[in-house]
């Protein structure tokens, strides 16, 4: 985030951060947070790549699309989503190429900026994370539902 932005938020009453001081991570839980969305994010380039909808991974992984959309999101257990990047051609080089990226910094310190807004304005680009403090509690209320 540039410094004009910064100083625009913080004005206007925002705090600004890293997502792992906004959520409280320590170093080991941000270190595999950056290798889950790594390797989430190498298997939807590798899909994309391989011309394969979610729904034509799907049925290769002898699931469903809806947990393949989860997996690219992240959200799945490390084993799960080795296994998708495996089942849609990954190599074991493919598979530490990714990991080497969170090595070297290519997936870089996530920014946070508390917003009180709606969901849809829940926006990720490359090394800034904008999230929305309701959606997150309506996520916790869900999950332990």
Not at 42 to 68: C, F, H, W, Y
Request: hydrophobic letters at 35%.
């Amino acid at each position: 985030m540039n410094a004009k932005k910064k100083r625009r938020l913080r004005a206007a009453g925002f705090k600004t951060g890293t997502v792992q001081d906004s959520l409280g991570l320590n170093d080991d839980e941000t270190r595999l947070i950056e290798i889950k969305v790594a390797l989430a994010l190498a298997l939807k380039q590798k899909r994309k790549r391989k011309k394969l909808t979610q729904r034509d991974l799907a049925e290769i992984m002898g699931s469903d699309q809806s947990r393949v959309a989860r997996v690219e999101k992240g959200d799945g257990t490390l084993d799960l989503i080795v296994r998708a990047l495996l089942k849609a051609g990954a190599t074991r080089s493919h598979i530490g190429r990714a990991l080497a990226g969170t090595e070297a910094g290519q997936i870089g310190q996530a920014q946070a900026v508390k917003r009180s807004t709606s969901h849809k304005s829940k926006r990720r680009s490359a090394g800034q994370v904008t999230y929305d403090a309701k959606t997150r509690r309506a996520a916790a209320r869900k999950k332990s539902a």
